[in-house]
Nanobody, 127 residues
Framework: QAQLVESGGGSVQAGDSLRLSCAAS????????MGWFRQAPGKDREFVGG???????????TYADSVKGRFTLSRDNAKNTLYLQMNRLKPEDTAVYYC?????????????????WGQGTQVTISS
């Protein structure tokens, strides 16, 4: 099972940008889907974005409507790392952000389709 460590969280103002990283160890992730989820205080964890593996150089990426156009997922298989570039941040983006590794190669928004999770990194956006 992969071990995942998120980093890059912090406290910024609305309109700023952050880039989260998720470094994986214990398993090569190249053939697996990966994803980002977040959990705001008092709310359920929700899907942010997911990236599939469909071939050596081809990926399919999907986003939650709330972040579409502002967030960008990418992966570097050589570094076994997943990234989340977050631009034009809003106070409602405040949450603990988690990365996860899929049980297969297809991108998914369902938590049940992910088998390994990181501990999370806090993102706080002030207005």
């Amino acid at each position: 099972q992969a071990q995942l460590v998120e980093s890059g969280g912090g406290s910024v103002q609305a309109g700023d940008s952050l880039r989260l990283s998720c470094a994986a160890s214990g398993r090569t992730l190249g053939a697996y889907a990966m994803g980002w989820f977040r959990q705001a205080p008092g709310k359920d964890r929700e899907f942010v974005g997911g990236i599939s593996w469909t071939g050596p150089f081809t990926y399919y990426v999907t986003y939650a409507d709330s972040v579409k156009g502002r967030f960008t997922l990418s992966r570097d298989n050589a570094k076994n790392t997943l990234y989340l570039q977050m631009n034009r941040l809003k106070p409602e983006d405040t949450a603990v952000y988690y990365c996860a590794v899929g049980k297969g190669s297809a991108a998914s928004s369902r938590e049940a389709d992910f088998g390994s999770w990181g501990q999370g990194t806090q993102v706080t956006i002030s207005s």
